[in-house]
Structures are given as structure tokens and as C-alpha cells.
């Protein structure tokens, strides 16, 4: 998993962090590293909206700032992409990219 917010390099997943994101029954729920988030998801066509708001844990893991970046990515309206094991989600904010 990799993010890259508008205007800046891409960023790999820290070193020992762990980034999940599942979706289910209209729902959507993620793993950034040692804090969860969930929220209402839904797609029509190609754009995926995540929220409006995002409920998440508030443990201080070692990496708030991948973190804090990567669920601004993640809220939102985002162009959805999948291409064989591939999930890219694009918007104005950035590029989330999943591999599974």
C-alpha cells in the first residue's frame, strides 16, 4: 500500500505499520496501523464515497502523520480503479493505491 498526496512524492507504508482496508454490507472499515476507522461507503460507476465522516480510534501510533495522510486520502470521493490485484483510489487530495 502506498499514498501520495496532491503535489508530493509517493510515500510507501512505514517500516512495521499495517494498512487494511475492507469493505462490507455498505460499509467500509480500515486498519491504520494500530488505530481502526469505519464509515459508510458507496459506489456508483467508477466513484467511491467514503463517509461523510470517518469514525476512528485516537491511539498515538508511531506513524500519525502516514496516518493522519492517509485517511484524508481515504475520505471523500475518490475515482476507483481496479485492475487485477490492483485497487487505486484517485482524487483531488491524491492516490491511495492497494495491492491485495
Do not use: H
Amino acid at each position: 500500500m502506498s499514498i501520495q498526496p496532491a503535489g508530493q512524492a509517493e510515500q510507501a507504508v512505514p517500516s512495521g505499520a499495517r494498512y487494511v482496508l475492507t469493505f462490507s454490507d455498505g460499509r467500509l472499515s480500515t486498519r491504520a496501523d494500530c488505530n481502526l476507522c469505519g464509515g459508510a461507503f458507496g459506489l456508483s460507476g467508477q466513484t467511491l464515497t467514503a463517509g461523510p465522516a470517518l469514525a476512528c480510534t485516537k491511539a498515538a501510533c508511531p506513524t500519525m502523520a502516514f496516518e493522519s495522510q492517509y485517511t484524508i486520502l481515504l475520505s471523500g470521493e475518490s475515482t476507483v480503479t481496479l485492475t487485477g490485484n490492483s485497487l487505486v483510489l484517485s482524487s483531488a487530495r491524491g492516490v491511495l493505491r492497494f495491492s491485495r
